[in-house]
């Protein structure tokens, strides 16, 4: 069965660290591009990063320079390093994966990321 499981979250000060972590099963990992979402609420869903299959990388311009996606596909995961963390970046972060292909898309459950005094 297709699983995206991400892992990491958690409640930290601003200025702080976390890495997030999917790891992915039940599909071939290495043909498919990456995503890190995140949704806090009451507001959309919105891109955070992405690494193609090829690893071409994207950032908004609101994580640039603080946070790095990366991918090890040896491991089938995908990872969101965060630094110099800001309230502002308190969300769910959902891992996203889709495959150009044949259209397949899958997406995690979620972790909670807040950021707060």
């Known amino acids: 069965q297709v699983q995206l499981a991400e892992s990491g979250g958690g409640s930290v000060q601003p200025g702080g660290s976390l890495r997030l972590s999917c790891a992915a099963s039940g599909f071939t990992f290495n043909s498919f591009a990456m995503y890190w979402y995140r949704q806090a609420p009451g507001k959309e869903r919105e891109l955070v990063a992405s690494?193609?299959?090829?690893?071409?990388?994207y950032y908004a311009n609101s994580v640039k320079g603080r946070f790095t996606i990366s991918r090890d596909n040896a491991k089938n995961t995908v990872y969101l390093q965060m630094n110099s963390l800001r309230p502002e970046d308190t969300a769910v972060y959902y891992c996203?994966?889709?495959?150009?292909?044949?259209?397949?898309?899958?997406w995690g459950q979620g972790t909670q990321v807040t950021v707060s005094s």
């Open positions: 690494i193609t299959s090829s690893s071409v990388l």
């Open positions: 996203h994966a889709y495959n150009l292909g044949d259209w397949r898309a899958y």
